[in-house]
């Protein structure tokens, strides 16, 4: 689906002024302001520890900001806002199907939809064959793939995603990374994706938003100069590189901000 036509239903993020200082006094987020519209994918860039986390779960509602205003602009009801983690927290005693099948359960799905679409959004991840599965029995980008259809299967017009693959090993991660932007495409789905990696960012988003460090304040919001169509050849291409160069300037330049 070409970008323009993706804002059926997409949601927005507005965040006008968003300050986050915890008990204690530190300050993680300081006058952020931000605006990211409907079917945007938005890579959010900083160094360790610079806040990224704390934007990301004030935009999900898992925060507040002490001042200003974080909102998102579009149908939030349940499971219409995904959320990914690092940690693919899957129910161990539940296989591949019922995990994935989960947010459907507590949205009072019947259990024979539940059954079609949980299965349908593991096929589009890869993992058709592994359904009757047990996390235990699968890999760190296995448990992540499913981790990632669980939140899918709701279909989300937000997807929130923090560092979801930085755990993985490089192939993996270029694989997932390959398969997310894949995802995007055909969806009509805002992505808001939290990495320190250049690379990542690079290959992901149509736009990176580079934070400094602590308190994350903006310091670049750069377009991803880069054709919607993403093969993993483009990695290697000077134009990519060119892309990296650029973001890798701006971390620089926000570490001694
Ligand atoms: P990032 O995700 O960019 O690594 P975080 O948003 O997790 O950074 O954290 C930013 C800063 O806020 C860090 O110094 C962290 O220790 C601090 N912080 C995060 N959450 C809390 C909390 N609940 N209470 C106190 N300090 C916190
Ligand atoms: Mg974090």
Not at 22 to 41: K, T, W
Not at 56 to 73: F, K, N, S, T, W
């Amino acid at each position: 689906m070409p970008v323009t036509e993706k804002t059926l239903s997409a949601a927005g993020v507005k965040v006008v002024g968003a300050v986050r200082t915890f008990n204690g006094g530190v300050c993680a987020v300081d006058h952020l302001s931000l605006e990211i519209g409907p079917g945007e994918f938005v890579a959010i860039l900083g160094p360790s520890g610079c806040g990224k986390s704390t934007l990301l779960r004030m935009i999900a509602g898992l925060d507040r900001p002490d001042q200003g205003v974080v909102q998102v602009e579009g149908d939030t009801s349940i499971g219409r806002v995904g959320y990914v983690f690092q940690d693919a927290h899957l129910l161990p005693w539940r296989n591949v199907l019922t995990n994935v099948a989960l947010p459907l359960e507590l949205a009072g799905v019947d259990h024979a939809e539940r059954i079609t679409r949980a299965t349908a959004v593991l096929s589009e991840v890869g993992l058709g064959d592994f359904i009757h599965r047990y996390p235990a029995e699968l890999s760190g980008g296995m448990r992540m793939r499913v981790s990632l259809a669980r939140a899918l299967v709701t279909s989300p017009v937000l997807l929130l995603m923090d560092e979801p693959f930085a755990a993985l090993d490089e192939i993996t991660r270029q694989k997932l990374d390959e398969m997310l932007r894949q995802l995007w495409a055909e969806r009509d789905m805002t992505i808001v994706f939290v990495t320190h990696s250049i690379a990542e960012a690079s290959f992901l988003a149509e736009r990176a938003v580079v934070l400094t460090r602590r308190p994350a304040r903006i310091v670049t919001d750069h377009a991803i100069d880069l054709p919607v169509d993403r093969p993993a050849v483009l990695r290697g291409e000077s134009v990519f590189a060119r892309e990296m160069r650029t973001l890798y300037a701006a971390l620089e330049e926000g570490m001694r901000a």
